[in-house]
């Protein structure tokens, strides 16, 4: 079997910035992470690598046409556009050619988080009160309606935490102003708000597809061992500034320690969503419980991090492990989910 694998790779950070000072290239992925899943796909044919940077187009293109995979292996973010994830799948469309993972309409419906809540809300899956504002008379508006804080206040389409910071949990007219215009400015992009739950977070990773959607052991994210003065909150500071491999902080605790029919709740809540929204393969969705302790669907991932390093604290493969898949068994697992959905034995 020949796999192309599709991915867009961080940019080597300048000699003087420390590696996560910007949140700019959150999203892609490191040379590491691209490395171990090409490795993995090793196991099941031969790898064609695919750097998916703009600026290669016309070699992705040409490269697609005379390897001619069977499957393409798409952990390629895009970039630009809320239609950025979308891009690559859309291109495979085009072509003819089978790849793991969503298709562009569900990758640009789950980068829009409202979007998102609106399907969540037509299926009656719970998700948080929520609006959305362009511009200083939209927020206005929204002031004048006499909101009850806390509110979060988190850039539109955005993942990895990028534009959610400590500061973006707003207790004020004036805070509020204040993370809804960065948003808008600094992001260029609407600013969503929504209440704020106050209660223990959890991400849960699904596998499959239709009858066969599986969910794996559910993880509590933890806030204990954040700094005193941090919200609790899952922020950029704490993904990526805090949680430091060379200065680890237990942030994961999976399976979560909650009580089965509370896991079970979750688990088919977080089916129900993947459903839904028609994510093919796997998924990582977010939940967080609110004040009496009812969980809510925050947003859904169907293009899930993954970092190899186990000290790096990756949601979905440190799921995997707990159900007994190491890193490589989880790619394969994909691979197999997506050659199934296609109807292939390879
Ligand atoms: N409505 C909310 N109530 C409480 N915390 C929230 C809410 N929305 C987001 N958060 C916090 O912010 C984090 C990042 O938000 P999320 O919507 O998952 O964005 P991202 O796409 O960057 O992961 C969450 O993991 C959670 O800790
Ligand atoms: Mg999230």
Redesign the pocket.
């Known amino acids: 079997m020949k796999i192309a694998l599709l991915y867009n790779q961080k940019p080597e950070p300048s000699a003087s910035a420390s590696r996560y000072e910007s949140d700019e290239f959150a999203e892609w992925d490191a040379p590491e992470t691209i490395e171990a899943v090409a490795n993995a796909l090793r196991e099941r044919g031969e790898v064609v690598k695919i750097d998916c940077a703009p600026a290669n187009l016309p070699r992705i293109v040409s490269t697609l046409l005379a390897e001619k995979p069977d499957i393409c292996f798409n952990i390629a973010e895009g970039i630009g556009a809320p239609s950025r994830e979308a891009q690559i799948p859309a291109l495979l469309d085009m072509m003819g050619l089978r790849y793991t993972a969503s298709d562009p309409a569900t990758l640009c419906l789950t980068l829009d ?1 409202a979007r998102t809540k609106e399907v969540l809300s037509y299926h009656r899956i719970p998700t ?1 009160a929520f609006s959305v504002v362009e511009s200083q008379s939209d927020i206005e508006a929204f002031l004048n309606h006499d909101p009850r804080f806390p509110l ?1 206040v ?1 850039p539109l389409c ?7 910071f400590e500061r ?2 707003v207790s004020s007219p004036e805070e509020l102003r204040r993370q809804a215009r960065e948003a808008i400015e600094r992001y260029r992009q609407p600013a969503l708000i ?5 209660g223990r ?1 959890f ?1 849960v990773a699904l596998i499959g597809n239709g009858d066969g959607i599986e969910a794996l052991p559910i993880i509590e ?1 933890c806030f204990d061992h954040l700094p005193k003065e941090s919200r ?4 950029y500071e ?1 993904k990526w500034l805090w949680d430091d491999p060379s200065n680890p902080v237990e942030v994961f605790k999976c399976p979560a320690p909650i009580p089965q029919a509370l896991a079970d709740e979750i688990a088919t809540m977080c089916k129900k969503a993947h459903r839904a929204l028609r994510c093919r393969d796997w998924s990582r969705i ?1 939940v ?1 419980l609110d004040e009496r302790g009812k969980p ?1 669907i ?2 859904v ?1 169907p293009l899930p991090g993954i970092l190899p390093n186990p000290d790096e604290h990756s949601c979905f493969p440190l799921a995997a492990r707990m159900a007994g898949m190491d890193f490589n068994a989880l790619i394969n697992r994909v691979l197999d989910e997506a050659l199934k959905r296609y109807g292939v034995a390879l």
Request: hydrophobic letters at 30%.
């Open positions: 988080k948080p979060i988190k955005e993942g990895s935490s990028k534009g959610i973006s949990v929504e209440r704020f739950l106050s977070e991400t994210v609790k909150i899952y922020s704490a977010d967080r809510h925050l947003e991932n």
